[in-house]
């Protein structure tokens, strides 16, 4: 299952569906690093709304993608995480330090838009 | 196989979500809160993660299973795979030997309410879960 990857700006932002496998995973780290590096984007959007599971595959690459980015100088924020997947994932003992969260797109966009006004 | 049982052979990454989505329907389907049904899928995710990592293959069974005045969901998931030889050391938090997950038995037992394992070096390992109906 390909995840849509949308350019808006200096913000890529990429949509993760349900039943996303470990392939689709690994597939969408490379893609988006790649991306960044066409687009010269500034930042990454990860919309995890639609996920129903995030085991420790999905929040180790989720990690795995942010420093990547972060490797090429990019911001990476991950919106959407449901509250019973984050019940879930804290149960499991999963966690994403380091990598940025906000409730929504929206959310997101505005925590991107606060950043970058301060460091320009 | 008797009804309310449900089996799926674990081969690859792509078995590990069609497990996990029938773990979910099923829970569904016999009562669980969403948010029940999410760390049963979350367990199952687990589970099936572990025999594709260590085992390569093997399966996961999920079935209803009656209690006394309650109604739960067993998950069972075998392979027979290598084995784990210090099952103590396994159940404790960030021990792993494929170098990459690491929390994943002591992280399902904290998901489900009840938990057991068995293994046997070189035969193969069997965990049952199970999680009650609040």
């Known amino acids: ?3 849509p990857i949308l350019k808006q700006g200096a913000v890529l932002i990429a949509t993760f569906q349900a039943a996303l496998s470990d392939a689709d995973l ?7 690093v790649q991306q960044v590096v066409k687009f010269r984007s500034r930042a990454v959007i990860v919309d ?4 129903d599971v995030m085991d420790s595959f999905a929040s180790r690459t989720l990690r795995e993608i942010a420093h ?3 490797l090429r100088g990019a911001e990476t924020v991950i919106v959407g995480i449901q509250p019973e997947v984050a019940f879930a994932m804290v149960q499991l003992g999963l966690t994403l330090e380091g990598v940025a969260t906000a409730l929504d797109l929206e959310e997101g966009l505005a925590y991107l838009n606060e950043k970058f006004k301060t460091t320009n | 196989m008797s009804a309310g049982e449900i089996r799926v052979a674990i081969n690859s990454d792509q078995d590990i979500v069609s497990a996990r989505q029938k773990g979910r329907a099923m829970a569904t389907e016999l009562g669980f809160s969403s948010g029940d049904a999410t760390l049963i899928a979350t367990a199952i ?3 099936a993660r572990n025999i594709v990592s260590y ?3 093997g399966q996961i069974t999920l079935k209803m299973v009656n209690g006394l005045n309650r109604r739960g ?5 075998d392979d027979d795979g290598p084995g784990i ?4 050391q396994a159940l404790r938090d960030g021990y792993s030997t494929s170098g990459s997950l690491g929390l994943g038995l002591p992280g399902v037992r904290r998901l489900m309410d009840e938990f057991e394992i068995t293994s046997e070096p070189g035969r193969g390992t069997i965990v049952a879960v199970k999680k009650w109906r609040q």
């Open chain 1, 26 to 32: 690994n597939h969408l780290r490379m893609g988006l």
């Open chain 1, 48 to 51: 995890v709304t639609a996920m």
């Open chain 1, 1 to 3: 299952m390909e995840v």
């Open chain 1, 68 to 70: 990547m980015i972060r």
């Open chain 2, 55 to 57: 085992a390569g293959k």
């Open chain 2, 85 to 88: 030889p210090d099952i103590r």
């Open chain 2, 73 to 77: 969901i067993a998950v069972i998931a």
């Open chain 2, 45 to 47: 995710s687990e589970l």
